[in-house]
């Protein structure tokens, strides 16, 4: 089994719904985030959470919110989708001691029509 | 703020062609900075690291090695394959309290 869980892999909804994707993993790091791709775009940061009562915004968090619901659990809520927030979304961890390295699941591709 | 700047892509090359990727950053101080691969279809994953200036990463025939004065972390194999075809990131990060910062990515394709 992946040590990064996304659920769900793909996904296609229609514009105005509400959207959860889920992140679990089992590698016991306190920091989590959660990353967009766009292509020529690379990785931007949406929000991230270095423990269990520790959010923060990232470069494009509007139109997003998250849930750290526990140690290993970190969600990403589209509460209203709207088209140009298809992409592909990525969830990663890391230690505090890793120097930054970090480790990602395999992402969520999100459609919104 | 602090940026990562990559070659544009899409980079084609054929096999046992010499690659470089070049990346240069923007950041004060003496950041940690990385190479991560992305194969098709899959998440992104550690290629090498170096933490310190004249620093030398290197993995899978892969070496990137850190030039503060020229504040670039190019990288660079002898002879690629394709199964070396993947999107290459280069990233930063000031500190491990710190979050980290992704270039835009440079595709690599390499044909038999």
């Known amino acids: 089994d992946a040590d990064v869980t996304q659920t769900p892999r793909n996904r296609i909804t229609k514009t105005g719904k509400r959207i959860m994707l889920e992140c679990s993993q089992t590698?016991?790091?306190?920091?989590m985030y959660w990353y967009r791709q766009d292509p020529g775009l690379g990785l931007r940061l949406i929000y991230y959470?270095?423990?269990?009562?520790?959010?923060n915004k990232g470069e494009i968090s509007d139109g997003y919110s998250v849930s750290r619901q526990a140690q290993a659990k970190f969600s990403l809520s589209l509460e209203s989708a709207i088209p140009n927030q298809t992409a592909l979304y990525f969830c990663a961890t890391s230690d505090l001691n890793g120097n930054g390295e970090l480790f990602f699941g395999e992402g969520s591709r999100l459609t919104v029509l | 703020g602090n940026s990562v700047t990559q070659m544009e892509g899409p980079v084609t090359l054929s096999e046992e062609a010499f690659l470089t990727i070049n990346c240069t950053y923007t950041a004060t101080g003496y950041p940690s900075l990385f190479w991560y691969v992305q194969y098709p279809g899959e998440g992104l994953q550690l290629l090498l690291k170096?933490?310190?200036?004249?620093d030398k990463g290197s993995n899978k025939g892969f070496e990137a090695t850190y030039r503060k004065e020229t504040t670039s972390f190019h990288l660079e194999k002898g002879s690629v394959q394709v199964s070396d075809s993947a999107v290459y990131f280069c990233?930063?990060?000031?500190?491990?309290?710190?979050?980290?910062?992704f270039g835009p990515g440079t595709s690599l394709s390499v044909i038999p």
């Open positions: 590698k016991g790091h306190d920091r």
């Open positions: 959470s270095f423990d269990v009562k520790d959010i």
């Open positions: 170096a933490t310190k200036a004249d």
């Open positions: 990233a930063l990060a000031k500190t491990s309290y710190d979050k980290v910062i």
